[in-house]
């Protein structure tokens, strides 16, 4: 039997690093990263996701600032509002909920964001400076899937990865970062011939793909790294796109949902506003 990769306890052990850095700043430069979020209208995901990051927030000792707009908010206001927090010396990173209300022209609104604040990596500047190389705001959940990864030891350079999905936000991101990191990547979709047989060939195998229990034992190969990003609601439970009771008798590792790779999305956000704060001398 494989062995579980536990999310939190390792998110725990980034966000005691990130407590110990405010507490840090707080005592040198009196004071602390702070994170300023915009939320236009009432989209219950980013209702719930921003009152996460404030309870977070809280824990660590960073600072959070909501912004809240009406749900017919005309986008020249929430445009100021961005150009007012750019230019706060006080705020170091800028999260736009999203999705927007339909009125509002989400890429235009987003590329208003500086992408020194850009903590959850968004803009094209950011998306850019990731492709090439440079160092720029790596987004947040794939981010912590490396962590993930490397927390079981493994070496990833040489490695098989087989990732399944290929978004914007975690498909296309965790293939480049593996790539960086010297794994040979396969980037799998819904129009991939043999995926069984493709994903047995990997040695780190990454699920992105939004299907209830997808990849059962018969994806995997014996003694693989499973790294479930899957985020599925079935009947009132959270459940992965991997078929964690199959795969965990044959993979080595495995991420377990929820408790896997979701709980370090919000930490490395953290982590994130951390590093803004350094990176920004103002
Ligand atoms: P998308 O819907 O944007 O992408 C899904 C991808 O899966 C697409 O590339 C699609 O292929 C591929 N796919 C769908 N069906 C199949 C199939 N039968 N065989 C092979 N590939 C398939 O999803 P996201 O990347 O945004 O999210 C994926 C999952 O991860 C979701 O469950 C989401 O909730 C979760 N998630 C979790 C996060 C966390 O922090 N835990 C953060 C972000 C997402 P194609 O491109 O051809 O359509």
Request: glycine share 8%; charged share 25%; hydrophobic share 35%.
């Amino acid at each position: 039997m494989g062995t579980i990769i536990k999310g939190k306890e390792i998110a725990n052990k980034y966000k005691k690093e990130i407590s110990d850095f405010v507490e840090n700043r707080k005592k040198e430069f009196k004071r602390v990263p702070c994170i300023s979020t915009i939320l236009v209208g009432n989209d219950a995901g980013s209702m719930l996701y921003a009152k996460n990051q404030k309870r977070i927030c809280e824990q660590l000792g960073l600072k959070y600032i909501l912004n809240t707009f009406e749900e017919n908010t005309k986008e020249k206001e929430i445009i100021d509002n961005i150009e007012r927090l750019n230019s706060d010396n006080n705020v170091d990173g800028i999260i736009l909920m999203l999705p927007l209300p339909k009125h509002l022209n989400e890429k235009y609104i987003t590329s208003k964001i500086s992408y020194k604040k850009d903590i959850d990596g968004l803009t094209d500047i950011n998306t850019g400076m990731f492709y090439k190389g440079e160092k720029c705001f790596i987004p947040c959940t794939p981010k912590g899937i490396v962590k993930l990864i490397e927390s079981t030891g493994i070496n990833i350079e040489g490695k098989n990865a087989v990732v399944v999905g290929r978004s914007n936000i975690v498909g296309k991101p965790i293939a480049h970062l593996l790539l960086n990191k010297n794994a040979t990547v396969t980037i799998c979709h819904s129009k991939t011939k043999n995926l069984k047989e493709v994903c047995k060939s990997a040695d780190i195998l990454i699920a992105a793909i939004g299907k209830p229990n997808f990849i059962n034992e018969e994806f995997v190969k014996k003694g693989a790294v499973v790294i479930d990003v899957g985020t599925n609601r079935v009947e009132g439970k959270v459940v992965g796109d991997v078929y964690f009771e199959k795969v965990i008798n044959k993979a080595d590792y495995v991420t377990p949902v929820p408790g896997g790779v979701g709980a370090m999305t919000t930490t490395m956000l953290m982590l994130n506003t951390c590093e803004a704060l350094n990176r920004n001398v103002y």
